[in-house]
């Protein structure tokens, strides 16, 4: 078994900058898994689209692109804790 590779070393070349894994982890940290894999096709020199559909891939630049900027001016509000409710079952 044996794979055409040609394209495929020219993207291997790329490397990703220190600025550019900070926003990935950022995203990983912040549970935007989905950001974070299209900000790894991007800086890897993928298209994102070839790799995720394209409605997909608008909605997540409209959240993190369009509404990223106006999350960072707000801001930080303290997060709740979860906690566990557990319903109980009534029985008549």
């Known amino acids: 078994m044996s794979q055409n590779l040609t394209g495929y070393s020219a993207s291997i070349n790329k490397k990703i900058k220190a600025e550019q894994i900070e926003q990935i ?18 800086f890897s020199g993928y298209n994102p689209i070839d790799y ?10 409209k959240t993190n692109c369009l509404l990223g900027n106006a999350q960072e001016n707000q801001p930080n509000v303290k997060k709740v804790d979860r906690f566990d409710v557990k319903s109980k079952w009534v029985r008549f």
Do not use: D, E, M, N
Request: glycine share 4%.
């Open 25 to 42: 982890i950022k995203a990983i940290i912040s549970g935007k898994y989905s950001w974070a894999c299209v900000l790894v096709l991007q």
């Open 52 to 61: 995720i559909p394209y409605r997909t891939y608008i909605r997540l630049l």
